[in-house]
């Protein structure tokens, strides 16, 4: 809305802000936001307690705002380089920012596609890959304090005083008293010449090295040991057994995984249904395209529950040893586990008729309607009328998009090593 005052026009604009505080929220953060500018990734029934514990089981420090393997070097290099120079911690966040905006110019070469973060819109870019990777760091313990990149900023005069005391020449008291673990040297002239993300032998075996001592039981750690199968993998439970089996308890992780991943996308593809359905009744929407084409993705996913019945019926007619996984222990509130165990059920036990079963229905509406209140679209006309026709959600991935592009890249780099 315009508005005039002494005769200038002018628009008002709104900002949107939040507090720095530990990784676990920057990455909520993070994800969200990324929500927004993809409505595909949001979450209208409220899967996301279950989809974050088992995507910090499988690919722990991993985030779907992530995008290559080497951030995970780039981002301490830079750091370490601030801590070198007389940045003060007030000139800190520019510096930051600088750095990595000559960062996103050294990788453009790369072009589209190849995972540069502000690619497109280069220092504007409104999330640095700074904030992107600064939990997984810590996740990682590549980062070995758990300050806040702010906290961090207010840590340089001590990083810089022990250094002094401790290693004159700035090499050996630096790793010592840093925030950072030892790492490789970064390449010759650093943010002052066109890089890429191919990572060198010592680079890989490092990473490997941090992800296997961080998380030893992870599904990531295990397929650490064969990238090159490993990143072929489509999805989690589509890796070599060999892999799941090489640490114990996992595969009954992955198992499960797999199952919720599969229940729950007849939950999202009906929600999905119910919407065009109410913009065409209540609003009069042409949404005809829209219906039959969820009606053919649900028949879709029907064929593959009834492929899979001897596995999901008496699993989903059961959950309680789901329920007791280690990943979900206290991550999942009541509302949400009762939900997700009801509409499991009905369409694990009847997927044909999924698409008009009454329950279902009432079931997604509610759920909704306690998430988003008022915003929800099947709640009435006000939420419904801010859809624009997409579809929202999708078959749960546990993040294994990300952890698939990082084993690409040491597969890459192993295999040229060899």
Same mark, same amino acid.
């Given at each position: 809305?315009?508005?005039?005052?002494?005769?200038?026009?002018?628009?008002?604009?709104?900002?949107?802000?939040?507090?720095?505080?530990?990784?676990?929220?920057?990455?909520?953060?993070?994800?969200?936001?990324?929500?927004?500018? /993809?409505?595909?990734?949001?979450?209208?029934?409220?899967?996301?307690?279950?989809?974050?514990?088992?995507?910090?089981?499988?690919?722990?420090?991993?985030?779907?705002?992530?995008?290559?393997?080497?951030?995970?070097?780039?981002?301490?290099?830079?750091?370490?380089?601030?801590?070198?120079?007389?940045?003060?911690?007030?000139?800190?966040?520019?510096? #930051?920012?600088?750095?990595?905006?000559?960062?996103?110019? *050294?990788?453009?070469?790369?072009?589209?596609?190849?995972?540069?973060?502000?690619?497109?819109?280069?220092?504007?870019?409104?999330?640095?890959?700074?904030?992107?990777?600064?939990?997984?760091?810590?996740?990682?313990?590549?980062?070995?304090?758990?300050?806040?990149?702010?906290?961090?900023?207010?840590?340089?005069?001590? +990083?810089?005083?022990?250094?002094?005391?401790?290693?004159?020449?700035g090499t050996v008291g630096a790793v010592a008293?840093?925030?950072?673990?030892?790492?490789?040297?970064?390449?010759?002239?650093?943010?002052?010449?066109?890089? &890429?993300?191919?990572?060198?032998?010592?680079?890989?075996?490092?990473?490997?090295?941090?992800?296997?001592?961080?998380?030893?039981?992870?599904?990531?750690?295990?397929?650490?040991?064969?990238?090159?199968?490993?990143?072929?993998?489509?999805?989690?439970?589509?890796?070599?057994?060999?892999? +799941? &089996?090489?640490?114990?308890?996992?595969?009954?992780?992955?198992?499960?995984?797999? *199952?919720?991943?599969?229940?729950?996308?007849?939950?999202?593809?009906?929600?999905?249904?119910?919407?065009?359905?109410?913009?065409?009744?209540?609003?009069?929407?042409?949404?005809?395209?829209?219906?039959?084409?969820? #009606?053919?993705?649900?028949? &879709?996913?029907? +064929?593959?529950?009834?492929?899979?019945?001897?596995?999901?019926?008496?699993?989903?007619?059961?959950?309680?040893?789901?329920?007791?996984?280690?990943?979900?222990?206290?991550?999942?509130?009541?509302?949400?586990?009762?939900?997700?165990? /009801?509409?499991?059920?009905?369409?694990?036990?009847?997927?044909?008729?999924?698409?008009?079963?009454?329950?279902?229905e009432d079931l997604i509406v509610?759920?909704?309607?306690?998430?988003?209140?008022?915003?929800?679209? #099947?709640?009435?006309?006000?939420?419904?009328?801010?859809?624009?026709?997409?579809?929202?959600?999708?078959?749960?991935?546990?993040?294994?998009?990300?952890?698939?592009?990082? #084993?690409?890249?040491?597969?890459?780099?192993?295999?040229?090593?060899?």
């Amino acid at each position: 809305m315009k508005h005039k005052s002494a005769g200038v026009e002018y628009v008002p604009q709104s900002r949107l802000g939040w507090l720095d505080l530990d990784d676990e929220a920057s990455r909520r953060i993070g994800e969200a936001l990324k929500a927004l500018d /993809e409505p595909g990734t949001l979450d209208p029934i409220g899967l996301g307690s279950v989809r974050d514990a088992f995507a910090d089981a499988l690919a722990p420090g991993t985030s779907t705002i992530q995008t290559r393997l080497r951030y995970f070097l780039f981002i301490p290099w830079i750091c370490q380089r601030i801590e070198k120079s007389d940045t003060t911690p007030t000139q800190f966040a520019k510096r #930051l920012k600088d750095d990595e905006a000559t960062l996103i110019n *050294c990788l453009r070469h790369l072009g589209p596609g190849e995972g540069v973060q502000g690619y497109s819109v280069g220092e504007n870019l409104k999330r640095m890959p700074s904030s992107a990777y600064w939990g997984g760091l810590r996740s990682w313990r590549i980062r070995t304090h758990k300050a806040s990149i702010s906290e961090y900023s207010r840590l340089l005069p001590d +990083i810089r005083r022990q250094v002094m005391v401790d290693g004159s020449d700035g090499t050996v008291g630096a790793v010592a008293n840093s925030i950072w673990a030892a790492l490789p040297a970064p390449p010759a002239n650093f943010l002052e010449e066109d890089i &890429n993300f191919d990572l060198t032998q010592e680079e890989s075996g490092t990473l490997i090295d941090r992800i296997r001592q961080s998380h030893p039981k992870s599904l990531l750690a295990a397929a650490c040991a064969e990238p090159e199968n490993s990143s072929s993998a489509e999805s989690a439970w589509e890796l070599d057994g060999r892999v +799941i &089996n090489s640490i114990v308890g996992l595969r009954e992780v992955v198992d499960n995984a797999r *199952c919720i991943s599969e229940a729950t996308h007849g939950a999202q593809l009906l929600y999905n249904l119910l919407v065009a359905r109410r913009a065409k009744s209540e609003l009069g929407m042409e949404t005809d395209t829209a219906i039959q084409e969820r #009606l053919a993705e649900l028949a &879709n996913w029907s +064929i593959l529950i009834q492929e899979r019945a001897s596995v999901l019926v008496p699993w989903a007619n059961d959950l309680n040893n789901f329920w007791a996984l280690q990943p979900l222990a206290g991550r999942v509130p009541e509302p949400a586990r009762r939900f997700i165990t /009801e509409i499991t059920k009905i369409a694990v036990n009847n997927p044909d008729g999924l698409a008009n079963d009454a329950k279902a229905e009432d079931l997604i509406v509610r759920r909704e309607i306690s998430i988003k209140k008022t915003r929800a679209r #099947l709640g009435g006309r006000a939420g419904l009328m801010n859809w624009d026709g997409q579809s929202f959600g999708g078959q749960l991935n546990f993040r294994w998009p990300t952890a698939k592009s990082y #084993l690409s890249d040491l597969a890459t780099s192993l295999s040229s090593a060899s």
